[in-house]
T-cell receptor, first 114, second 110 residues
Framework: SQTIHQWPATLVQPVGSPLSLECTVE??????LYWYRQAAGRGLQLLFY??????ISSEVPQNLSASRPQDRQFILSSKKLLLSDSGFYLC?????????????FGQGTRLTVV | RKEVEQDPGPFNVPEGATVAFNCTYS??????FFWYRQDCRKEPKLLMS???SGNEDGRFTAQLNRASQYISLLIRDSKLSDSATYLC???????????FGAGTRLFVKA
């Protein structure tokens, strides 16, 4: 069966510090991978998605970046965090082919920038 | 226009009530449709897929109207435990991205 791992669960970082969140998927190959952010009381905002190694599409211009060094690894980074980067970050995967391609989420990282 | 739009909510209903959520999508090539549920401070989880013929799962009924490009979710006999945010989700299939609506908050009160 497929599983998705995301860490850390919570993170408190000072303004201006770097960020690295990692997500890995097991039990499937060539998944679509996503990073979402959810601000408090708000909906999901798609940040990045990837259909393959090294292929990253950015949805929202900001000081965040994403990388996919391996097929089942997706990393969200920032060189300098802003207060506005606080939120609930969710990694997700979906199958690339066929119908019923629902997305499965990791448990999320709650980031507080202070 | 947003790719996926939902009723803004919140919906406040008493136990036992029937509540309906609507969602519209802009990409006519969309192939897969879902409703997700998100509890407070948790990740979203799949509630049900939405099929062209409509489908039912207990108290939950999902409908798809491709011509009008909208999806609906009906919850009958609401329970306190139904309180959550309900997210409409659309995927165009293949390598296309999965798009989530902003969600509709539901509060079921005793």
């Amino acid at each position: 069966s497929q599983t998705i791992h995301q860490w850390p669960a919570t993170l408190v970082q000072p303004v201006g510090s770097p960020l690295s969140l990692e997500c890995t998927v097991e039990g499937t190959s060539n998944p679509n991978l996503y990073w979402y952010r959810q601000a408090a009381g708000r909906g999901l905002q798609l940040l990045f998605y990837s259909v393959g190694i090294g292929q990253i599409s950015s949805e929202v211009p900001q000081n965040l970046s994403a990388s996919r060094p391996q097929d089942r690894q997706f990393i969200l980074s920032s060189k300098k965090l802003l207060l506005s980067d606080s939120g609930f970050y969710l990694c997700a995967w979906s199958a690339t082919r066929g119908f019923g391609t629902e997305a499965f989420f990791g448990q999320g990282t709650r980031l507080t920038v202070v | 226009r947003k790719e996926v739009e939902q009723d803004p909510g919140p919906f406040n209903v008493p136990e036992g009530a029937t509540v309906a959520f609507n969602c519209t999508y802009s990409n006519s090539a969309s192939q897969s449709f879902f409703w997700y549920r998100q509890d407070c401070r948790k990740e979203p989880k799949l509630l049900m897929s939405v099929y062209s013929s409509g489908n039912e799962d207990g108290r939950f009924t999902a409908q798809l109207n491709r011509a009008s490009q909208y999806i609906s979710l009906l919850i009958r006999d609401s329970k306190l435990s139904d309180s959550a945010t309900y997210l409409c989700v659309v995927n165009a299939g293949g390598g296309f991205k999965t798009i989530f609506g902003a969600g509709t908050r539901l509060f079921v009160k005793a």
